[in-house]
C-alpha cells in the first residue's frame, strides 16, 4: 500500500487484525511519512466477512493497495472501498471476483489466477480506466461486462484462454485493448465496431486464421492493429473501413500473398509483413497507400523485386527486404522521391539494384552479407566512399573472407567484395 505524497518504506511483519488497535501501526507509518507499507503476513478473524472489512479500513490509509499474494477463494470490493488503485497478484487459488457499486477505484488489475469468467460487478466500477485482467483462465469476453458510462484507457486480457468474442447490446469505451496469448482463431472485427473511441487493439500470439466481419463496419479511430504472431494465410479486409489506421503489423504469419484492400486504409504509415511466407514482392501493391512511410518484409522467400506497373508513394522512407532469397530487385517504375532508406542485407543478390541511385538520389543502400562481386563495386565507388551504399566490414579491415578480396576506396576506407 502507498500514500501519497511521502518517502521510504515501512515494513510491518505480521499484522494480527484479530487484536484491538491493529490498525494503529500503520498510522504511526502514515505519520512517519512513509511512501509504502509491506505487510508480509495478515491475521483474519474466522469470518467471510473479515477480509472485506479488512479492505475497508485499509484502504482508508492509502491510495493503492497491492496484494503480492493472496490465498482466499474470493475477493469482494464494497461500495466502501476507497482506494485508487487495487493489485491482486499470484492469487493461484482465487476463483471469484464480486464486486459492488463502486466510486473510488480507477485502477484494477487482477493477475495470475483461477479466475474463468469476468468477474460480476465489474461495470459498477464507475470510475475504472485501467483495468488488467492477465495470466487468468478467461475463455470468453463478453462486452456486456462493462457499462456504456465506463471510460476505459486501457483494458489488458493477454494470456488467458479466450476463444469467443461476444458483442453487446450497448456500446462501450475502451481506447486501449489487448487481447495477446490468447485461443482467437476467426476474427470477426464487427465486434470491435461495438467499441467506441478503439485507438489500439493488440491480437499477437492468438491462432488466428481468418479476418472477416459479419457485417460492413468502420472502426473509426482505430490507429495501430497487431495481428503478429498468428496463422493468417492473407488478409483482405473486406467490408471493413480503417479511415485512421497508422500501423498494421501482420508479421510472423503465414501470409503466402501480399494483404489486399490497401484503400481501406488510406492513412497507413507502417505495414510490417516480416517473417512470412511471401515469394514476390510487386511494390505496385502498394498505389493505394498512399501515406505510407515504412514497408518491412524481413525475412520472408522474397527472390524478386519489381513493380509490374507504375507506381508513385511520395511519403515512403524506409523500404526493409532483410534476410530474403533476393536475386533480383528492379525499382524502375517507383516514384519515391522522398526514400531515404533501402535495406537489402543478407540476401543472395550479385550486384546493385541498377539505376536504384538514379531513381532515388537521396537513398542510403544497405546490401551487407550478399555476394557483391568487385568490378559491380568498383563502378560505385563514389557511392561507397560518400556512405550511400553500405557493405560490411566497410570500415578498415585487417583481413577479408578467403573467396573476397580488398578494395581500398581511400586512405581510411576499404570494403571486401566477391572475386
Not at 30 to 42: D, P
Request: net charge positive.
Amino acid at each position: 500500500m502507498e500514500g501519497p505524497g511521502v518517502s521510504s518504506s515501512f515494513w510491518i511483519t505480521r499484522l494480527d487484525t484479530t487484536q484491538s488497535g491493529w490498525a494503529r501501526s500503520i498510522v504511526s507509518a502514515l505519520e512517519q511519512k512513509r511512501s509504502a507499507i509491506t505487510i508480509q503476513n495478515v491475521t483474519l478473524p474466522v469470518s467471510s466477512a473479515a477480509m472485506t472489512s479488512f479492505v475497508q479500513v485499509i484502504s482508508s490509509f492509502t491510495e493503492q493497495l497491492i496484494f503480492q499474494k493472496y490465498y482466499e477463494r474470493v475477493f469482494y470490493i464494497s461500495r466502501n472501498t476507497a482506494v485508487e488503485s487495487l493489485l491482486i497478484l499470484e492469487a493461484h487459488d482465487l476463483v471469484e471476483f464480486k464486486i459492488q457499486a463502486n466510486d473510488h477505484i480507477q485502477e484494477l488489475v487482477i493477475f495470475d489466477t483461477k479466475v474463468s469468467r469476468l468477474p460480476q460487478g465489474i461495470r459498477n466500477l464507475s470510475q475504472l480506466s485501467l483495468f488488467d485482467c492477465m495470466s487468468n483462465r478467461l475463455t470468453q469476453l463478453s462486452l456486456g461486462a462493462f457499462s456504456s458510462t465506463q471510460k476505459l484507457s486501457r483494458v489488458d486480457f493477454s494470456e488467458n484462454r479466450i476463444s469467443l468474442l461476444l458483442r453487446s447490446n450497448h456500446t462501450v469505451s475502451i481506447v486501449n485493448l489487448i487481447l495477446s496469448g490468447n485461443l482467437l482463431t476467426v476474427l470477426d472485427m464487427d465486434f470491435f465496431g461495438q467499441i467506441s473511441d478503439l485507438s489500439y487493439v493488440a491480437l499477437n500470439s492468438n491462432r488466428i486464421i481468418r479476418v472477416e466481419s459479419t457485417k460492413p463496419v468502420t472502426l473509426a479511430a482505430l490507429e495501430q492493429l497487431i495481428l503478429s504472431n498468428n496463422q493468417l494465410t492473407s488478409f483482405q479486409p473486406e467490408g471493413i473501413e480503417f479511415p485512421v489506421l497508422k500501423s498494421l503489423r501482420i508479421d510472423k504469419n503465414n501470409l503466402t500473398t501480399l494483404p489486399r484492400g490497401l484503400m481501406k486504409c488510406p492513412m497507413l504509415e507502417a505495414l510490417e509483413l516480416g517473417m512470412n511466407k511471401l515469394t514476390r514482392l510487386d511494390l505496385s501493391f502498394l498505389r493505394n497507400a498512399k501515406g505510407l512511410i515504412q514497408l518491412d518484409v524481413y525475412g520472408n522467400r522474397i527472390t524478386t523485386v519489381l513493380a509490374s506497373s507504375p507506381i508513385k508513394l511520395a511519403a515512403l522512407r524506409s523500404l526493409r527486404i532483410d534476410n530474403n532469397d533476393l536475386v533480383q530487385v528492379n525499382f524502375t517504375g517507383c516514384d519515391f522521391p522522398n526514400i531515404e532508406e533501402v535495406s537489402l542485407t543478407e540476401n543472395r543478390l550479385k550486384s546493385v539494384p541498377p539505376n536504384v541511385f538514379k531513381l532515388f538520389p537521396s537513398v542510403v543502400v544497405n546490401l551487407a552479407r550478399n555476394a557483391i562481386t568487385c568490378d559491380k563495386l568498383v563502378k560505385l565507388r563514389k557511392q561507397l566512399t560518400e556512405g550511400k551504399l553500405l557493405l560490411a566490414n566497410y570500415w578498415t579491415i585487417k583481413e577479408c573472407q578467403m573467396n573476397e578480396t580488398k578494395v581500398e576506396l581511400n586512405n581510411e576506407k576499404v570494403v571486401c567484395c566477391n572475386i
